[in-house]
């Protein structure tokens, strides 16, 4: 073979062999942007996973912030003082509260309470001076309740108590401690303005009895008759409110009625009725607003106004019918408040 034919075999060998590791480069370097790719993806994917495992995270992070705390206390204090010129009245209750939240939604209450009523300007038939004071206290109360949510924001609360109470009136040496059993029924419907409007309705009826030692209570030292404990009692209480973020404006009605003993030894005086079922009516309006300490509980603020009284101040003898805003029975109250739930 001449050397042309030699130098075209080499030229065509090398060539062949040029195009056959270009082919195998370019093949790698698919093989590489699969693989790349298919890394790219495969990373995307495991972000996207991590995102929803973030992301379910987060949800369930403010499910457990949304969902109501199963323990909360709290505290209060209430100031009042009636509008009389004379009669003055002056009073100041402490109360404190813990709840539950047991399963089935059962809600479970302790209170105790203690209020101390102050009565100044006040003369007796011989012109000296009746001023007196009076302790009331539950020093221990348990309820408990469950609310059923119904369509179209409408809820049903059925709740019973048992309370413990004791009286006591150091201007007239009595001493009363009395067992209460109550049972209510509460229906409201909440109306939802807007984000930041709402409104809602309550009617809650009632009935209580009283279970005693005594029916009568009497001065240790004169052995007067001072004050006599109720058998039942029966109440129907409506109330509406308007609130706008957290400041709240409310409206309430109550009237109530209780079987009271008859003692014909004392028929026709003022504390001994001859009225054997009373009428109580109460009318009141509020101002309040809740302040939120995020994690280290809320305060709770209000300013009320409230007249009360009975359709017959003396039993019903002679002219005594009460008209609404009766200054003695007209009190205007302050309320401060701190829960902590957790």
Do not use: C
């Given at each position: 073979?001449n050397s042309?034919?030699?130098?075209?075999?080499?030229?065509?060998?090398?060539t062949?062999?040029?195009?056959?590791?270009a082919?195998?480069?370019?093949?790698?370097?698919k093989?590489?942007s699969?693989?790349?790719?298919?890394e790219?993806e495969?990373?995307?994917?495991?972000n996207?996973?991590a995102?929803?495992?973030i992301?379910?995270?987060?949800?369930?992070?403010?499910?457990?912030?949304?969902?109501?705390?199963?323990?909360s206390?709290?505290?209060?204090?209430?100031m009042?003082?009636?509008?009389?010129?004379?009669?003055?009245?002056?009073?100041?209750?402490?109360?404190i509260?813990?709840?539950?939240?047991?399963?089935?939604?059962?809600?479970?209450?302790?209170n105790?309470?203690?209020?101390?009523?102050?009565?100044?300007?006040?003369?007796?038939?011989?012109?000296?001076?009746?001023?007196?004071?009076?302790?009331?206290?539950?020093?221990?109360?348990?309820?408990?309740?469950?609310?059923?949510?119904?369509p179209?924001?409408?809820?049903?609360?059925?709740?019973?108590?048992?309370?413990?109470s004791?009286?006591?009136?150091?201007?007239?040496?009595?001493?009363?401690?009395?067992?209460?059993?109550?049972?209510?029924?509460?229906?409201?419907?909440?109306?939802?303005?807007?984000?930041d409007?709402?409104?809602?309705?309550?009617?809650?009826?009632?009935?209580?009895?009283?279970?005693?030692?005594?029916d009568?209570?009497?001065?240790?030292?004169?052995?007067?008759?001072q004050?006599?404990?109720?058998?039942?009692?029966l109440?129907?209480?409506?109330?509406?409110?308007?609130?706008?973020?957290?400041?709240?404006?409310?409206?309430?009605?109550?009237?109530?009625?209780?079987?009271?003993?008859y003692?014909?030894?004392?028929?026709?005086?003022g504390?001994?009725?001859?009225?054997?079922?009373?009428?109580?009516?109460?009318?009141?309006?509020?101002?309040?607003?809740?302040?939120?300490?995020?994690?280290?509980?809320?305060?709770?603020?209000?300013?009320?106004?409230?007249?009360?009284?009975?359709?017959?101040?003396?039993?019903?003898?002679?002219?005594?019918?009460?008209?609404?805003?009766?200054?003695y029975?007209?009190k205007?109250?302050?309320?401060?408040?701190?829960?902590?739930?957790?």
């Open positions: 073979m042309g034919k030699k130098f075209f075999i080499f030229m065509l060998l090398l062949f062999s040029f195009f056959s590791y082919q195998t480069a370019d093949n790698e370097k093989d590489e699969v693989e790349q790719k298919s790219t495969s990373a995307k994917a495991e996207t996973d995102e929803v495992v992301s379910d995270e987060i949800s369930e992070e403010k499910k457990e912030d949304e969902k109501p705390k199963p323990f206390v709290g505290i209060s204090n209430t009042s003082h009636n509008l009389a010129k004379e009669r003055k009245r002056f009073s100041d209750g402490v109360g509260s813990f709840s539950a939240m047991l399963p089935y939604e059962i809600n479970v209450g302790i105790a309470g203690f209020s101390y009523v102050f009565r100044y300007d006040r003369t007796d038939l011989y012109g000296d001076s009746a001023n007196s004071s009076q302790f009331d206290g539950s020093p221990i109360a348990v309820s408990s309740s469950r609310t059923f949510l119904l179209m924001d409408f809820s049903v609360t059925p709740s019973i108590e048992l309370s413990s004791i009286t006591s009136k150091y201007g007239h040496n009595a001493v009363g401690n009395n067992l209460n059993v109550s049972l209510s029924v509460s229906a409201s419907k909440s109306f939802k303005i807007n984000k409007w709402k409104a809602s309705l309550s009617l809650t009826p009632g009935y209580a009895a009283d279970i005693h030692e005594k009568f209570y009497y001065d240790s030292i004169t052995n007067d008759a004050f006599y404990n109720p058998v039942h009692q109440f129907v209480s409506a109330g509406g409110s308007l609130s706008w973020k957290t400041l709240s404006l409310k409206l309430g009605y109550t009237f109530s009625t209780s079987e009271t003993y003692d014909e030894d004392y028929e026709g005086m504390f001994i009725d001859n009225d054997r079922w009373p009428f109580y009516h109460t009318y009141s309006i509020g101002l309040g607003y809740a302040l939120s300490l995020d994690e280290l509980g809320g305060l709770n603020f209000g300013l009320n106004f409230a007249t009360s009284g009975r359709d017959r101040a003396y039993g019903g003898y002679g002219d005594d019918y009460l008209v609404p805003f009766d200054p029975y007209s205007i109250s302050l309320n401060i408040g701190y829960n902590y739930s957790f």
